[in-house]
């Protein structure tokens, strides 16, 4: 049984992010769905990806590697699915969540909005006119709730959750211009949930066993969300259980 039985026959996928844990994840149930014809996977290292159907460079904080890698996507024929998993939370000692405004680093705040705000951001410029028209796309970035401003009642964390902030206001943004010329794509941010990956990993022993998904385990949610979007909640944020995230 498909799962995206929402998009076109034989449609096209592509992952960024592929060789993430949610990624790889994405990439695996999309294969094994049966609806999509492709599914390319992006990553950095341009590593192959069990059941991609190729894999491809991609750099989102380099603009040029974004350019040459949506020209190379473009030959598989118009996208009805673009998936973006990257992230930065931590990076050895150079970025750590901060705990408090002591802890800014204006270095560390730049490259956390570099990979996840404005890779994001070049990435849409790039792939969003590669979407299928007259049939539902989706352009799809990993969010996460603590870029809510609404829901932010602990404070810390600042520049990542600054960084996702400003992504769902790109996404929103977005979601507005690419309803004008292709009004059956949805531009959305989705909360994966707490996942055990290397993102999570220093910060998941506080988190209770049944609130820690398996990678495959959110896969699976996001593609359940992905397929029951409609054009009304283009420019959401959306958690892996369905329910908006508050802006």
């Known amino acids: 049984m498909n799962q995206q039985a929402t998009f076109a026959n034989q449609a ?6 592929a060789t993430g844990g949610i990624g790889r994840a994405i990439v695996a149930g999309l294969a094994q769905d049966g609806q999509f014809k492709t599914v390319q996977a992006l990553s950095r290292s341009g590593a192959s990806v069990p ?3 190729f894999a491809e460079e991609i750099d989102i904080t380099d603009e040029y590697s974004v350019q040459k ?32 405004l002591r802890e800014l680093s204006p270095a560390a705040m730049q490259d956390v909005f570099l990979v996840n705000s404005i890779g994001p951001a070049i990435v849409a ?6 979407m299928r028209k ?27 959750r600054a960084s996702k902030a400003a992504l769902n206001m790109t996404l929103k943004t977005l979601s507005i211009e690419q309803a004008r010329r292709f009004p ?24 209770p066993q049944e609130k820690l ?16 979007l409609d054009t009304h909640q283009s420019g959401q944020v ?3 259980d369905g329910n908006r995230i508050i802006d």
């Open 125 to 130: 410029k790039h792939f969003l006119p590669l």
């Open 51 to 53: 059941f991609a159907s």
């Open 12 to 17: 096209n996928a592509v992952v960024i992010g």
């Open 69 to 100: 890698a949506a020209e190379s996507v473009a030959q598989s024929g118009p996208v009805d699915l673009v998936f973006v998993a990257t992230g930065v939370l931590h990076r050895g000692q150079d970025i750590q969540p901060e705990k408090s």
């Open 238 to 240: 959306i958690a892996w």
């Open 213 to 228: 998904f398996l990678p495959e385990q959110s896969a699976t949610r996001l593609l359940e969300v992905i397929d029951q």
């Open 134 to 160: 007259g049939h539902k796309s989706v352009f799809a970035a990993l969010s996460a709730r603590v870029g809510s401003i609404g829901d932010n009642r602990l404070g810390g964390w600042l520049s990542y």
């Open 184 to 207: 059956d794509c949805i531009v959305v941010g989705l909360h994966p949930g707490t996942v055990d990956t290397h993102l999570s990993k220093p910060f998941s022993k506080r988190v």
